[in-house]
């Protein structure tokens, strides 16, 4: 027996103890890998992939509201309950009917998620220029939905547009922005 010195609780230890614990250890490991799922790892924000590769196939969707669509690294549930792993390049944003991945039997769909906005709809075409160089100017985003434009239900929107004198209301609306504006606070 090789003297392994003391283990926490003030007992001797064993080079065999030891061995022993490692081979017990080693077995748990290998159960938990084997319960666990593959996690796929999402490297490209769109698969170009056809219609007829998804023939076949489940749709399952990852439902994200316009800030989450630009998160590019993190683990992510789709409404089917599979797990992804997001490893997109800095300053990738997931664009709605994107294709992320294709696996044997389904494959998973980008949707957005409808979320609060607030909703102007601009007298003229002057007012629409004028909301939307104020709204750009404190860079918050901008997004087009009909005749209406949305920005971000924020206390800095609300403040602005009522001072300008416009007429908005608050609506829950996907939310896809023009361009790619970045937030002085984020």
Do not use: K
């Amino acid at each position: 027996m090789v003297d392994q010195g003391l283990d926490r609780s003030g007992e001797q230890r064993s080079a065999t103890d030891a061995s022993e614990r490692g081979v017990a250890a080693a077995a748990d490991a290998h159960r938990v890998q084997s319960d666990a799922r593959e996690v796929p790892l999402i490297t490209d924000a769109r698969l170009e992939v056809g219609d007829a590769d998804l023939s076949g196939r489940e749709r399952d969707t990852l439902v994200l509201t316009a800030e989450e669509r630009r998160w590019g690294r993190r683990r992510v549930t789709t409404t089917g309950g599979r797990t992804l792993a997001l490893a997109l390049p800095t300053g990738s944003v997931l664009a709605p009917g994107a294709i992320l991945h294709v696996g044997p039997d389904w494959f998973v769909v980008v949707e957005c998620a409808p979320e609060q906005c607030l909703a102007v709809t601009p007298a003229s075409r002057e007012e629409a220029l004028r909301v939307a160089f104020e709204v750009g100017n404190r860079h918050f985003t901008l997004a087009l939905d009909g005749e209406r434009l949305l920005v971000p239900d924020d206390p800095g929107m609300d403040i602005l547009l009522a001072r300008m004198g416009v007429r908005f209301e608050r609506v829950r609306a996907v939310f896809v922005p023009i361009g790619r504006g970045q937030r002085h606070d984020r």
